[in-house]
């Protein structure tokens, strides 16, 4: 076999980005395992999926929510498993930021040096050739390389398609479910399918990956394990022991940082929590806080049933105001303030014509749907009491106890969430009562809840009584800005 | 291993489920028309071979056409019950695919390893790119019938009930 002298630089990124898709990987299971369920079309209609990976059913006599169809996966397969989406989204980000900074170092050094030839086609021969060398795979024999490359051509072919087509195809179809990027840029979203197409789609690319991995390490073993080892490791062949050696190294320090990560995140997931959402939260903080909704879908577009998240107060107040319509019930906002004020739902109807709008909903766990909603802008309530200066977030308290009404909650405690106050200027920041042209039902949030189309779902809080402005959230609750940020360990800006 | 643990392990397929029955149908449709198609190319390429060869060819050939056919008729006719091919029939259909599969990698393996009567040239001839082709062809196929007996994967014209 001939030297193929890898470059330091491509030696170093070979495992940099075995580190990062494996951890890629894993997490993009734990992710799935959240609602283990894959659709083409926007509504997550249930019945619909075209995979499940799940053993569960649903009762069809009560009421379920989607908390009930979360998976629990082993750490073998998922990081860091047993049901933890919070740390699962930490990792994956993390994972992603520095996939992405990989991926485009190693393309501008590809380009930079040359060594773009070893993997793009550009005589048209090369396909000719690729097929005499699947041939010659059928017959159990090794084709010939290139002349003066190091591969074969289907093997630089297939390296092609998944340096330049299946890696950005992973980027581009998880960026279109980005809640921030659908509201911005429906028609990108639109580009992919929808919502849940590019999902599907985006789990279609990490079986390719799987695949690919497959295939590549049948390879290495066939053509010779020690020889492209040392060549990935040394850059030239040399002691070949060493080369087995060093190779199993690497791979054993990988497998010890996929357990290290597994095994801090179930044990100090706040640590993590904290660690990678500093980072990741900075990058959404950059890429995709300035984008705004702008979405407008059409009648036809809505979906005939919404997937319920969070179970309703089950209080005897919350049940006596139900029954009477909701006329007791008042929001009070206050805290940082000029007028501290209480609104009822009649006040809030008076404030001006329902502001109404059609958009997706992107839950946290996958799953998404298309609604209309109406209510009043947060900026019109907010203008009402006025914010004082040193107000920095919006703090809304919810009727729902969730050790009380959701059995299926990893915690116990008021729902409460924070928000950004910058967040209530945004166009379709919605106060919303009204659901598909009738009153908000119950199992959505009734009377009152919070639509943010730049956000996950988690972050538009249901059946709200009360809004506080204030300039800090560290006192509330576990400080980290929402009960799911406290007990599941999300982020607190989920634009993604 | 423990007797739950491997228990376990096998009962992991019930993690998957998939309701994609046309293109499951589909794929197996031309699975079997590959699987014929080699053989038929086979019995007219012109080779010398044995008498019972060139029968084993058509047979093989002629069954996995059958049962394209049977899956194809139940695909179409049969989603209205009580007409068309009943659901025992596209059973029969794919048994009769996978028998014919297995029995095309058994004599593929048998004529490299054993040897065949008349075909001792064939022994240890592994270099034969079609001939993989096809075991592959029919291992997929075989696999493609075992995942929708377990369950897996449902065959068209069946769908999955699922309602949540």
Redesign the interface.
């Known amino acids: 076999m001939q030297q193929l002298n890898f470059p330091v630089w491509l030696r170093v990124e070979h495992w940099v980005n075995v580190l990062f898709l494996t951890l890629l990987l894993r997490s993009g299971v734990e992710i799935l395992a959240t609602h ?1 369920k894959l659709y083409w079309r926007n509504d997550s209609h ?10 569960k ?4 006599s009560r009421l ?1 929510d989607t908390l009930d ?1 979360e ?1 629990s996966y082993s750490s073998l397969v998922s990081l860091p498993g047993h049901k933890q989406l919070g740390m699962g989204r930490h990792w994956h980000f993390i994972s992603v930021i520095g996939w992405i900074l990989t991926g485009i170092t190693y393309y501008a050094l590809l380009f930079a040096t040359g060594q773009w030839h070893r993997y793009i086609p550009y005589d048209w021969s090369l396909f000719s050739t690729a097929w005499q060398d ?3 795979y ?4 090794l084709p010939p390389l290139l002349p003066g490359q190091p591969l074969d051509a289907v093997q630089k072919l297939a390296y092609a398609v998944v340096i330049f087509l299946l890696a950005p195809f992973l980027i581009f179809t998880g960026a279109a479910q980005s809640p921030a990027i659908e509201a911005r840029f429906p028609w990108y979203v639109r580009l992919w399918g929808g919502r849940q197409a590019a999902r599907s789609l985006h789990s279609l690319g990490l079986l390719a990956f799987l695949a690919f991995i497959a295939v590549h390490l049948i390879m290495i073993g066939w053509w010779g394990w020690p020889e492209l080892n040392a060549l990935m490791i040394f850059g030239h062949v040399q002691d070949l022991n060493w080369a087995i050696g060093a190779s199993l190294a690497i791979l054993a320090g990988i497998a010890l940082l996929h357990v290290a990560a597994t095994v801090v995140s179930l044990r100090r997931p706040r640590t993590v929590q904290r660690a990678l959402g500093a980072v990741v939260t900075a990058a959404r903080r950059v890429l995709l806080r300035p984008l705004e909704s702008r979405q407008h879908y059409p009648r036809r577009a809505v979906s005939v049933e919404h997937r319920v998240n969070g179970k309703p107060p089950c209080s005897l107040r919350y049940k006596a105001m139900a029954v009477h319509g909701f006329v007791d019930w008042r929001l009070h906002v206050g805290g940082l303030v000029e007028r501290p004020m209480a609104f009822s739902l009649q006040d809030l109807r008076e404030l001006g014509r329902p502001s109404t709008q059609r958009v997706l909903h992107n839950c946290v766990q996958g799953w998404s749907s298309v609604g209309e909603w109406g209510g009043v802008p947060l900026r019109t309530v907010l203008d009402l009491v006025g914010p004082l200066p040193g107000a920095r977030f919006l703090c809304f308290m919810t009727m729902q106890d969730t050790g009380r009404d959701e059995p299926s909650a990893e915690g116990a405690g008021r729902f409460y969430e924070v928000i950004d106050l910058s967040l209530a200027q945004h166009p379709q920041c919605l106060l919303a009562y009204d659901m598909n042209g009738g009153p908000l039902p119950i199992k959505y949030g009734a009377p009152l809840r919070l639509r943010l189309e730049t956000q996950v779902g988690f972050k538009m809080a249901k059946w709200i009584e009360s809004i506080e402005v204030v300039s800090d959230y560290s006192a509330i609750g576990e400080g980290m800005g929402g009960w799911r940020e406290d007990n599941v360990f999300y982020d607190k800006d989920v634009e993604v | 291993m423990s007797r739950p643990g491997i228990a376990r392990l096998i009962s992991l397929y ?7 029955p046309a293109l499951i149908t589909a794929v197996s449709l031309a699975l079997l028309l590959g699987i014929a198609a080699v053989h038929l190319w086979l019995l007219s390429a012109g080779y010398s071979l044995p008498a019972y060869f060139r029968a084993y060819l058509a047979l093989l050939a002629a069954g996995a056409l059958l049962a394209a056919v049977g899956i194809g008729a139940r695909w179409v006719t049969g989603a209205r019950e009580g007409s068309g091919v009943s659901r025992r029939g596209g059973h029969m259909a794919w048994a009769l695919g996978s028998l014919a599969s297995l029995a095309s990698i058994g004599m593929y393996l048998a004529s490299r390893t054993l040897g065949l009567p008349g075909l001792d040239v064939l022994t240890g001839r ?4 079609l001939g ?2 096809s075991m592959i062809l029919a291992g997929l196929f075989v696999a493609l019938h075992f995942s929708v007996l377990t369950g897996l994967n449902v065959a068209a014209p069946d769908r ?1 009930g ?3």
Not at chain 1, 46 to 55: L, M, Q, S, V
């Open positions: 283990p249930p019945g619909t999926e075209w995979a499940r990976f799940t053993r059913t649903m009762p069809a379920y169809e998976e699947v041939l010659t059928l017959s159990f024999e | 019930r993690y998957f489920a998939f309701n994609v592994w270099d034969y790119p993989t082709f999955r699922w309602r949540d």
